[in-house]
């Protein structure tokens, strides 16, 4: 089993950053693909950015390219989301999510592990 944990989150003006942390335990993350997805209220949870795991491969919704970057550090078994020029539509409970493997796709049912989410508002 994985256990995350998210923080980073909080209230952030508009054009401001954030990095967000997802710490793991339980077991390594070096074999595992890492993604962050969020969800704002009265609206599904959508996929934000992910990263194989060897750090090969990433992948960004077209909503956060260019603004946000993933990363992990495996020797802390730690993942983060930095996030810049934010939107007051960026705002949303975050999430850290893992699978073991090769990278999946966006698709939040391909991912067995989650957080408990971290809230991000940006105010306009």
């Known amino acids: 089993q994985v256990q995350l944990v998210e923080s980073g989150g909080g209230l952030v003006q508009a054009g401001g950053s954030l990095r967000l942390s997802c710490a793991a335990s339980g077991r390594t993350i070096d074999s595992y693909t890492m993604a962050w997805f969020r969800q704002a209220p009265g609206k599904e949870r959508e996929f934000v950015a992910g990263?194989?795991?060897?750090?090969?491969?990433?992948d960004y919704a077209d909503s956060v390219k260019g603004r946000f970057t993933i990363s992990r550090d495996n020797a802390k078994n730690t993942v983060y989301l930095q996030m810049n020029s934010l939107k007051p539509e960026d705002t949303a409970v975050y999430y850290c999510?893992?699978?073991?493997?090769?990278?999946?796709?966006?698709?939040?049912?391909?991912?067995?592990?989650w957080g408990q989410g971290t809230q991000v508002t940006v105010s306009s």
């Open positions: 999510a893992a699978v073991n493997g090769y990278y999946t796709g966006r698709y939040y049912g391909s991912y067995d592990y």
């Open positions: 990263m194989s795991w060897n750090s090969g491969r990433t």
